[in-house]
């Protein structure tokens, strides 16, 4: 533990360094990435022991001077894996962030930028090493305040500073409407704040009092993980904030959130088989909406923000299928779903922050994060575009990159969950497995479109010009690349390091954890050596190809516009943009997506000009959390506009109710025309969805949501886990 405090004292020294040194921004730049970096690695070093050896390093306890209590900072196999994403992202990102910052040197409060930089990566330190619940708090507060300064680095910028404020409040109200309720339970049963007598104080609680621990956890710490609908914070924050800033938000600030509520599973007893069926909903609603959504956007990190909210459903889907596994006392899908959400945990740090900061070189080179502005960036930037495409891989989950690896862990445990299970328990697993499919092909689409629009064909702004990317960001770029890359060719080297956090939530053994994950990593390797081999074969065929061709001596033709079916002046608008390349599939989902559309078509052999534009705005956003603020902040001015003296103010500010048809509305009345024009489809979809409804009730009435016969005991550590006896 030394180690870990050696961390959080270098990194408390370069914020007070950095602010120290706020006339000389580039000083104080380089104090901050120093001591990131420094950190970074003495939290690798500390890590280490515990993921290689599943040892568990002895608690350091500090004194405390309040009637609270003394603080305790530990470390088991679950703070271990965190600990070591967040040390592998930030290191990254404080390498990149040197040579991004250069341009806003004299532009913008660096100084405070590199200050709050360390302070973040404190906290997150903090928070995933913290044994007692006021140093975990204090911890998770500071966490959302530096993370609102980083956001709101261009505050000048009206968007920016909604952003922020949006981001502070969506987290602070997560945080008081239920995470601190749910310390407040538990230490009201543990009669303490310490967090290893937690567990024991929970047990032989029913099923009830640990239902709604769970519940408080999935919604309190769901919504900075960003799982649907408290999502909202997230779409905004990521375009406002700084590339390095939007890389660690998604590469390890939302991890906190899964962190919390790993660490709430490993207190609860045996949980009841209807929370794992709610955490797997989240799990779908999230993923499946959240890649739809990336799909409609037409700002690069806006795009990449949404697909975090569908990685959040991943994870989510392994977590549930992990619980489901304790409940049905299936030892093979627990170490398969806690399994795979873990390494999901660190393989989406890495290919989400390859791709976050992959786009930050494109709007560094051409000022624009605008999808429909950019082209032909692999002419002008390969090393980058290479780079973005490798990520773009790993995030589709293709082989052999390490997005498959994890993937197909939490594809199992679904496939698992669908045998010898309860009929509720199987359609939910295979309910999951086809979602998780949907997600896969509709991540493969966005991506293709990402690339195709951003990086080939041509330069679709006018004025578009782009410079190489910086070595040095090409450099920190390179490190999660390798990692994406090693963890998919050698998975059998990886996953056996995630068995500690799965005993540290579980308590299953890490033989038992290697036996079960055995059949799995044997398939997963050879279908990723296979197709490492194949990419090698097609690799050296096109330098062969290009070998031949130059040894002919051929001449190289010079560029010309692709024929355009003899239209006499063809340009780059003719081309494919984002929102014609995705509009058909997001038609296809417009009962979910409600996208908006403008279009001016060609008409007569002289066309005129002629555009497609869409926008697809979040349902959360506007017809849930909008409205409800409209009518809180309605209620405050009509308390604020009234005087002491009963009468009403003579300044009362006009409200804009707005025009936009609610969703709701227009699907009743879309239903009720529908069945009104009396259309065949329409009446056979009703039969099969009440068909449906009727099987899910009777199999929910019929059958216990558990399978007959007593589960297999997982044992579990002293410090925490889930007890799989059964509920009390």
């Known amino acids: 533990m030394s180690a870990i405090l050696a ?43 515990c993921l290689a050896h ?30 070591v994403t967040i040390a592998l992202l930030s290191s990254t990102v404080a390498l990149y962030a040197w040579s991004y910052m250069q341009a806003e040197i004299n532009r913008g409060p660096v100084p405070a930028l590199a200050a709050f930089l360390c302070i973040l990566v404190a906290a997150l330190i903090l928070v995933v090493t913290a044994a007692d619940a006021v140093l ?43 995470v601190l309720p749910l310390f ?8 303490t704040l310490d967090f290893q007598f937690f567990r024991a104080a929970l047990q032989g609680e029913g099923r009830d009092m640990t239902t709604v621990l769970f519940l408080l956890g999935l919604f309190g710490f769901g919504t900075k993980a960003g799982f649907m609908p408290m999502h909202i914070w997230l779409p905004v924050a990521h375009p ?56 409609a956007q037409h700002d690069i990190k806006r795009l990449l923000a949404y697909h975090s909210i569908e990685n959040i459903g991943i994870i989510g889907l392994g977590i549930g299928m992990g619980m489901l596994g304790q409940s049905l006392g299936r030892p093979a899908l627990v170490a398969l779903g806690y399994g795979g959400a873990l390494l999901h945990v660190l393989n989406h740090a890495l290919f989400k922050g390859l791709l976050f900061l992959s786009a930050g070189a494109v709007m560094h080179a051409t000022g624009t994060g605008d999808i429909e502005r950019l082209g032909g960036l692999a002419r002008m930037t390969p090393v980058n575009a290479g780079l973005f495409l490798l990520g773009a891989v790993s995030i589709c989950g293709l082989p052999p990159f390490n997005g498959f690896v994890s993937e197909w862990m939490v594809f199992g445990s679904l496939l698992g969950g669908t045998w010898g299970a309860s009929r509720s328990a199987a359609g939910m697993g295979a309910m999951g497995a086809i979602s998780l499919a949907l997600m896969g092909g509709l991540a493969l689409a966005c991506f293709a479109k990402v690339f ?127 929102s014609s390349f995705a509009w058909s599939l997001i038609q296809s989902f417009r009962s979910l997506l409600w996208p908006q559309r403008k279009w001016v078509a060609p008409v007569g052999l002289f066309t005129a000009p002629s555009e497609l534009e869409t926008h697809t705005p979040d349902m959360a956003e506007q017809d849930v959390f909008a409205p409800l603020m409209r009518g809180a902040g309605r209620v405050f001015r009509m308390i604020r506009t009234v005087s002491w003296t009963g009468e009403p103010a003579l300044r009362a500010i006009p409200v804009d109710a707005g025009g936009r048809a609610r969703p709701a509305r227009v699907l ?61």
């Open 7 to 49: 961390s959080l004292a270098m990194l408390l020294g370069g914020a007070a360094l950095s602010a120290m040194l706020s006339r000389m921004a580039r000083l104080a730049l380089m104090a901050g990435v120093a001591s990131i970096i420094g950190a970074s690695i003495m939290c690798l070093i500390a890590a280490w022991p």
């Open 54 to 83: 599943s040892s568990e390093a002895a608690p350091t306890t500090l004194a405390w001077p309040t009637p609270l209590g003394e603080a305790r900072l530990a470390l088991d196999g679950l703070s271990a894996w965190f600990l």
């Open 136 to 178: 975990f708090l204090i911890g998770w507060e500071t966490m959302m305040l530096a993370s609102f300064f980083l956001v709101s680095f261009h505050h000048r910028r009206r968007e920016v500073r909604r952003a922020a404020w949006i981001y502070l409040i969506a987290n602070h109200l997560g945080t008081a409407l239920f």
């Open 184 to 191: 407040g339970m538990l230490a009201a049963k543990a009669g």
């Open 240 to 295: 406002a904030a700084p590339t390095p800033v939007s890389a660690l938000l998604s590469g390890v600030v939302i991890k906190a959130g899964i962190y919390g509520l790993l660490r709430l599973l490993s207190w609860l007893p045996a949980l009841p088989a209807r929370c794992a069926i709610v955490m797997l909903v989240f799990g779908m609603v999230s993923g499946c909406l959240g890649v739809l959504y990336a799909l």
């Open 452 to 578: 195709g629009v951003v990086f080939l064909g041509e330069p679709r702004g006018r004025t578009l010009q782009a410079h190489a990317t910086p070595p040095l960001m090409g450099t920190a770029m390179f490190v999660p690349a390798i990692l994406c890359a090693g963890i998919g060719i050698l998975p059998g080297v990886f996953v056996p390091l995630a068995g500690g956090g799965v005993r540290a939530v579980a308590g299953m053994g890490v033989r038992e954890f290697g036996g079960a994950m055995q059949p799995i990593l044997t398939s997963v390797t050879q279908l990723s050596l296979f197709a490492t081999l194949l990419a090698a074969i097609i690799i050296v065929l096109l330098l062969l190809n290009r070998i031949l061709i130059k040894q002919a001596g051929a001449t190289v033709t010079r560029a010309v516009m692709t024929w355009g079916c003899a239209y006499a002046k063809p340009s780059a608008r003719m081309q494919y943009t984002a």
């Open 668 to 728: 009743v009345a879309g239903v009720v025309t529908a069945l009104r024009q009396g259309r065949i489809h329409v009446y056979l979809a009703f039969i099969v969805f009440t068909l449906l409804a009727v099987f899910i009730m009777e199999s929910l009435s019929s059958r216990p949501l558990s399978a007959p016969g007593s589960p297999v005991p997982i044992s579990a550590p002293a410090g925490g886990g889930i007890d799989d006896g059964g509920s009390k």
